[in-house]
């Protein structure tokens, strides 16, 4: 069973870009693997709240404007 896990920031997409992602991301294992493994591909996308993630030393905060607008 093909498997893809996404992290990303809390809002930073919404309802229907999540949609398209899992959508994309099925046809990649599919065009990769063959039709046979759509039944049984999972992707799950975890949003991360904010502050709890960080790079370089620095505790990541979504700006508002690049959260995303359902």
Not at 34 to 62: C, Q, S
């Amino acid at each position: 069973m093909p498997f893809a896990n996404y992290k990303l920031p809390e809002a930073s997409l919404s309802t229907a870009q999540k949609e398209d992602l899992i959508h994309k991301t099925t046809q990649l294992l599919v065009d990769y693997f063959g039709e046979v493994v759509r039944p049984n591909t999972m992707v799950l996308i975890e949003e991360v709240p904010d502050g709890g993630y960080g790079r370089a030393d620095e505790v990541f905060i979504m700006p508002e404007e690049y959260r995303a607008k359902d």
